[in-house]
């Protein structure tokens, strides 16, 4: 069975500090990967998605970046974090076109 | 982009009571996947909806995908506490499946 793993739990992370959070998919090949963000009490806001080795598509101009140096790990990146980018970060996957996304447990940063 | 407006935001209903949420798009869907969210956890996938007018349960659930193909709704029978969450509807992007939207949520709260 497939499952994802993603890691760390929790992150406090000061100002202008880098970020790497990593995500990593067991039991498939080639899925297509994701990066969503999600703000205290809100909707899930998709940052990054990828389907296959080194293809990244960015939707939201900001401070991160994200890549995918093997099939099933996507990296989620900054340089310098800002208050702004705190929050509860989910890496999903999924097979195909029309299949459900499946989410990790998530990753919530707090930049202070 | 295509965007997702769930209602009601928010609801408390006492435990034994049946539940009704939906979910309304300006575009058409060929997929709705309704999803739920436990706090500080990342969202579970419940039903799968692939074909309009189609109607799906899961347990105490029910999900339709609507003739129109621009809604779909959850229903939830005999609460439960553990009911409690975030209720999430979703779908792949009709101008490229890999995009998955997410809905604006509708969080659920069960008294005792």
């Known amino acids: 069975s497939q499952t994802i793993h993603q890691w760390p739990a929790t992150l406090v992370q000061p100002v202008g500090s880098p970020l790497s959070l990593e995500c990593t998919v067991e039991?498939?090949?080639?899925?297509?990967l994701y990066w969503y963000r999600q703000a205290a009490g809100r909707g899930l806001q998709l940052l990054f998605y990828?389907?296959?080795?080194?293809?990244i598509s960015s939707e939201v101009p900001q401070n991160l970046s994200a890549s995918r140096p093997q099939d099933r790990q996507f990296i989620l990146s900054s340089k310098k974090l800002l208050l702004s980018d705190s929050g509860f970060y989910l890496c999903?996957?999924?097979?195909?076109?029309?299949?459900?996304?499946?989410f990790g447990n998530g990753t919530r940063l707090t930049v202070t | 982009g295509q965007q997702l407006n769930q209602s009601p935001q928010s609801m408390f209903i006492q435990e034994g009571e049946d539940v009704s949420m939906n979910c309304t798009s300006s575009?058409?869907?060929?997929?709705w996947l309704w999803y739920k969210q436990d706090p500080g956890e990342g969202p579970v996938l419940l039903i799968a909806?692939?074909?309009?007018?189609e109607l799906t349960s899961n347990g105490r659930l029910t999900a339709q995908f609507g003739i129109t193909r621009k809604d779909s709704f959850l229903n939830i029978s005999a609460s439960i506490p553990s009911d409690v969450g975030i209720y999430f509807c979703?779908?792949?992007?009709?101008?490229?499946?890999?995009?998955?939207?997410f809905g604006t949520g509708t969080k659920l709260q069960v008294i005792p």
């Open positions: 999903a996957w999924k097979q195909g076109n029309n299949s459900p996304l499946h």
């Open positions: 039991g498939t090949s080639n899925p297509n």
């Open positions: 990828s389907v296959g080795i080194g293809q």
């Open positions: 575009s058409i869907f060929n997929t």
């Open positions: 909806l692939y074909k309009a007018g």
């Open positions: 979703a779908g792949p992007n009709s101008g490229g499946y890999q995009k998955v939207t």
